[in-house]
C-alpha cells in the first residue's frame, strides 16, 4: 500500500513512518508494560503544558476530540454552575451544543465568526451575572484558523473568580501554552492534532483539586473523567478498551516532538510554513478570510478566488491537488465562499512550495 498524497488538514494529519509503525503491534492492556506507557504519556502531557503534578493532572479519554469536550462538561460540571461559552467559529458552537443537549445552565457570547473573542465583553458579561461560574473558549478556531487570546481571556476569569475551560484541541503541542500564566482550570486536547498522533483518543488537564472536587458530578458512565482518573492514577490503567495501536503511536509521536525541539520549534516549523503560504497565495490572488494579525500557524482560510469570465470549481482544484500529492480541506462557513489549508503533521516549506506551485498551475490551466 502507498500512500500517495499529504494530509493538509488538521487532524487527522500526515504522520511519521515511525508513528506509523508503532501500531504493527497488537499490545495487551493488563500488563505493566502498557500501563506504564500510559503513565508516561501523562507525565509528558503535564510537562508540555508547563505544569508540574503537584497542582495539575491529566486523563486519557477514548474516543476523538469531541468525546473530549463532552467527557469535561458531564464530569466537572455541578447542577450549581453556569456556563457562559465564547463562539466565533463551529467548535465553540458545538460546545454550547454539548451543554445544552445535557441540559447544563449555558449562556453564550456569540462573536462574529471574522473577529476574535473580545476580553472586554467578556468582563462585561461576567460583571452583570455573577451567578456565571465558568468560562469556557477555544483556543484556535479551526473553523477560520483564527488564534483568540486566551492569555486575556484567563485574566478575565481569574477577576471574576470563575473557572476556565479551553477547547485546545488544534493548539496544543503546536503553540506554546503556559496553563498557570494563562489561568486555564481545564484544557482538552486529543491524539491526532498537533502531537501529530493518530486519531482515536482525547485528554484533558486540569488543576488537581478540581479534578478531586469532581467525584460524583459525572452525568454519564463511560465519559467520567473521574472514573477514568481513577483507574490510571491508580497504576496507569484505563477503564474500558483502550485503543492500543493509537497508544503506542502517541507515545511515539511524543518522543519526535521533544526530539523536534519541543513546541517552540514545532512552532516555529509551523509558522514559517504558515506565513510562506499566506505570502505565495495572496501573490496568486487568494486572500485570507480574516485579517493577518489574527491568524494562528495551524490553518488558514481562503476565499474563492475571482477568476474573470469563469466560475471557480471547489472539486476540480481539489482533485488537481490531490493528484499532485495534496488534499486540502474545503471551508466551514456558510455565509462566503471559501476552503482551507492546513499546515500541521509531518510537512514541511518544500511541500508549501510544492502545493503552491500545483495552485499557480491550477490558476493558470483556467484562464
Ligand atoms: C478538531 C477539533 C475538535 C474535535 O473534533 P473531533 O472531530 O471530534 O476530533 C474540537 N475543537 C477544535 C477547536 C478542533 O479543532
Redesign the pocket.
Known sequence: MTIDYKLLT??PLTTTEAVKREMLVDHCTWDDDYKRITREIRAGLLDLAQVSSDGYTTVLMQG????G?EALLTSVLSDDDRLLVCTNGA?GL?IVQIAQRHKLDVVTYDEDFANPLSPDVVDNMLAADPSITVLAV?H???TTGLLNDIEALGAVAKKHGVRFIV?A??SFGGIEIDMQACNIDYLVS?A??CIQGV?GFSFAIMRRELMEASKGLARTVSLDLYDQWQAMEADGKWRYTSPTHVVLAFAQAMRELVAEGGIAAREARYTNSQRLLVKRMKNMGFAPYIEEKLHSPIITTFLYPEIEGKAFDFQSMYDFLKAGGYVIYPGKLTEVDTFRVGNIGEVYQEDIEKLCDLFEEFLKGNS
Open positions: 488538521p487532524g476523538s476530540g469531541t468525546f469536550v467548535y458545538r477555544v484556535c478556531e479551526t477547547d484541541m488544534s486529543s491526532n492534532k486519531p
